[in-house]
């Protein structure tokens, strides 16, 4: 079945010979299609809130818990990383850092070696950057807008969003993975394609979000949650759903469960990204007082010496390691 009958209408382009009849039918069904889906919208809300206060995972920087700086660092903490290696290494960076001004005077080697395992090592770098702006900019005072959040270094349209929501209590819609999977399955019937958020589906968000600011923060981290631990990609636990009786992708019988749009299996073994990791472990776990690693170290890494110096040059345009005059390697001072 199409979008619009589902909930939600379609964008796209209006051909120059359609008619006004196609114009009004198409019309029609989009306002159906979005009464639908706000009629639906509330039952789920209910539900779902119901669902929140007996089986929310207790995350450190959830419930009032955290500052809003504590749950912009979770945000880019979590971004493809599980939230279960994202905890312990929270609770520590908090502990050390506990707001912007703190983490934006420790040195760049403190930083990425508190890092550690999260991976993608450079969302470090970029939340130093940001801590500094905050400090400067706003007296240590996370900025209270969309524009000034996403004005900052390393925050995008999520992060921001995100903030607006879970810090601020905003009403805005937070669109994520997990969210726009468990709203394409339930109000349009199908799978949501992953990549970049089509038009279609911030339109749906925005579309069901309450207009309660309240209410719409319970809507995000509620419709987020399901999607992490309950609507999950591959194997959904439809029988343990709270609002499976409203969901149209499972009356429709889950129809191309698990797809995504085709691209080619990431690997990991072999990769440069790979590569880069060992030598910033070898690096963040240097003995006693060793500040640099030295190049007979260095080369024993990893045997493919071309790969090696590619690897190790790129860490360095990034600004995560320092090469000394003889060839050693250490963290940034």
Known sequence: MNDTAYGISRLRAVPSARNDEEERVAACARTDGESRAVAAAPRIAKRLTAWWEANARDLPW?????????????????????????????????????????????????????WGRLGYPRRALRLQECAQAVSERYADELPRTYEQLVALPGIGDYTAS????????????????????????????????????????????????????????????????????VCVAKKPLCERCPIAGECLFLESGLPGLGEKR???????????????????????????AQTSLPREQVESL????????????????????????????????
């Open 62 to 114: 959830r419930f009032g818990r955290a500052t809003p700086w504590g749950v912009l660092v979770s945000e880019v903490m979590s971004q493809q990383t599980q939230m279960s290696r994202v905890v312990p290494y929270w609770q520590a960076w908090m502990e050390l850092w506990p707001d912007a001004t703190a983490l934006a005077g420790a040195s760049t080697a403190e930083v990425i070696t508190m």
């Open 162 to 229: 995100a903030v607006m929501s879970f810090a601020f209590g905003r009403r805005i819609a937070v669109i994520d993975t997990n969210i726009r999977r468990v709203l394409s399955r339930v109000f349009l019937g199908k799978e949501s394609m992953g990549g970049a958020a089509s038009a279609t589906e911030r339109e749906l968000a925005n579309t069901v979000l309450p207009q309660d600011p309240s209410a719409s923060v319970m809507w995000n981290q509620s419709v987020m949650e399901l999607g992490a631990v």
């Open 262 to 288: 085709t691209r080619p299996r990431q690997r990991f073994q072999g990769t440069d990204r790979q590569v880069r990791g060992i030598v910033l472990n070898a690096l963040r776990t240097l003995p006693g």
């Open 302 to 333: 990893w045997k493919d010496h071309v790969q090696l110096d590619s690897c190790i040059a790129s860490l360095d345009e990034d600004g995560l390691i320092e090469i000394l005059a003889d060839g050693s390697l250490r963290l940034p001072r």
